[in-house]
């Protein structure tokens, strides 16, 4: 699960407002409701997961159903924040990379599938991703089990992983 899904509906806001959020703080994001999801994921039971649409920084319509399997991954920039979601995990990894790759990989992202200007993208990083990520961000690596380096072989990251469970 990603928690890009539980960016919390901005429907009721002017769009040039809504362009203009912070998105990068907790929260932008509905934890009540991930914390309600995870904790029926993990008694069994399936949830709705919505849909976000980044082009409109609205909840679209649509959900996709998830099921409680044997395990279950969920990545984002906040998942080891909230004290009750990381009650949850059997295991919490933090991944590390350097500021110049996070923001290549935000800007391939945003352009692409966020249809984002350059510009925009490096406004936003400069004013609140940058400053929110030294605030929010980096301080929850102390909650992990583990902590990978971002720019390594997937492979070797994977096996680090695996070696937690």
Not at 38 to 67: C, N
Not at 113 to 120: A, I, L, P, V, Y
Not at 139 to 155: C, F, K, L, S, Y
């Amino acid at each position: 699960m990603s928690l890009d899904s539980y960016y919390r509906d901005l429907v009721h806001l002017p769009f040039e407002e809504r362009a203009r959020s912070n998105f990068d703080e907790p929260d932008a994001l509905d934890d009540e409701l991930l914390t309600q999801h995870l904790r029926r994921l993990a008694g069994g039971a399936e949830v709705e997961v919505p849909v976000y649409d980044f082009t409109r920084h609205i909840r679209s319509a649509d959900s996709v159903r998830v099921r409680a399997g044997a395990f279950g991954i969920v990545e984002g920039l906040f998942t080891l924040y909230w004290e009750p979601v990381r009650r949850l995990f059997g295991a919490r990894v933090f991944v590390a990379a350097p500021d110049d790759v996070c923001l290549a990989r935000r800007l391939d992202r945003d352009v692409r599938e966020r249809g984002r200007t350059r510009q925009s993208v490096l406004d936003q990083y400069e004013k609140t991703v940058r400053p929110m990520a030294n605030r929010y961000i980096l301080p929850q690596r102390e909650h992990a089990d583990i902590v990978i380096n971002g720019t390594a072989q997937i492979e070797a990251s994977v096996a680090a992983c695996l070696r937690l469970l």
